[in-house]
């Protein structure tokens, strides 16, 4: 179901084929492919030069997706470098609307928890930031006073 990360999308595909360890001229061939499907892609760069690349269905607008897919009893929990940050605002935004504003290290927890995380570890804290920064730059919440609330 779109979104997906890409790396989730090509360790799947891949391992369907059995290939476990990808060199990187199939990496790159793989990605080529997937380009020329005609999905949409958003990309994020990262402070250590690397890409967070997302897919979506043609059908789909990043800008106005309003879904947040969260595990249900246990099942369906994914790595959390494959939830896009579209999707991330989303939890953040339904957390909001039923807390009114949070400090950002308690939406962070907050956020983790709704999506099977336990801890919050460097990788999601830092995963949390790129969304919070997505949803003050696209309008979707502000902060005010330390405290972040959700734009009607």
Partial sequence: MAP?????????????????????????????????????????????????????????????????????????????????PQELTNAMLLILNDQVSMTQEDLVKECSALFGFARTADNIQNQMAKAIEYAVQSGKMRIENDRLFANA
């Avoid at 999308?9 to 290939?19: F, N, Q, R």
């Avoid at 001229?25 to 690397?50: H, I, L, M, P, W």
């Fill in 4 to 84: 997906v990360s890409s790396d989730h999308t090509m360790k799947t595909v891949l391992a369907a084929w059995g290939i476990a360890n990808p060199k990187p001229e199939v990496q790159k061939a793989f990605f080529g492919y997937v380009n020329r499907c005609g999905a949409k892609v958003t990309s994020r760069k990262n402070e250590d030069g690397t890409f967070d690349t997302y897919y979506w269905r043609a059908d789909q607008d990043p800008d106005s997706y309003e879904l947040c897919r969260i595990p249900k009893d246990g099942k369906g929990k994914r790595s959390f470098a494959d939830v896009c």
